[in-house]
């Protein structure tokens, strides 16, 4: 069993650069604890955390030959837990907007496809009414003419054309009574009365 006088962080570092388990392993101990605690002040995750460190112990391994180290080890191993850290939390953000836009975006195509049905169960319930109902209707909801206006137009009464808007009105409310709820906004606004 090798037998180690390691008094300085070079003695250290040269140890494990030089394939020293023992050196590795006393570092190991001594900095885990403490840089999975420094790690929780990023990730908020204990398994996150202990994952982050062990990743930066494995790294440090498996790139021992290569390491520069600077500072002092401790200085070192806290600064790779710390720009870890920060990689992952980034990753999280990239990964997160990423969804949120992948939804939005589905979300968006199905409120236009959800819209553009609405639409033509509305145009092909319009279009079950009668030839000068419809017209009616339409001169009254989407040419938006006073009851007065389409009477004087169609040479009318004013009475005749309440009288054809209250049936078209009926005929659409038990037309698309099953999506009433999801138009409710949409009956508020565009079938209002006169």
Request: glycine share 4%.
């Amino acid at each position: 069993m090798e037998t180690l006088s390691l008094n300085s962080d070079a003695a250290v570092v040269d140890a494990i650069r030089s394939g020293s388990y023992q050196a590795f392993e006393r570092t190991f101990k001594t900095y885990y604890g403490a840089l999975c605690g420094f790690a929780m002040g990023y990730l908020k995750d204990k398994d996150s955390s202990e994952e982050a460190v062990q990743h930066i112990f494995f790294n440090f391994w498996e790139k021992r030959e290569s390491i520069q180290i600077t500072s002092s080890l401790k200085s070192y191993l806290y600064q790779s837990t710390r720009n870890h850290c920060l990689n992952v939390l980034k990753h999280e953000q990239v990964k997160t907007k990423a969804h949120v836009e992948l939804t939005h975006d589905e979300r968006g195509e199905e409120n236009e496809i959800e819209a553009a049905e609405l639409s033509d169960r509305i145009e092909n319930a319009i279009a079950e009414l009668p030839v000068e109902r419809q017209r009616i209707f339409r001169m009254s909801r989407f040419e938006e003419l006073k009851y007065k206006e389409i009477a004087e137009k169609l040479n009318i009464s004013v009475k005749t054309v309440e009288n054809q808007m209250g049936k078209a009105l009926k005929h659409l409310r038990q037309a698309l009574a099953d999506v009433l709820p999801i138009i409710l906004w949409f009956w508020i606004i565009f079938f209002k009365n006169e």
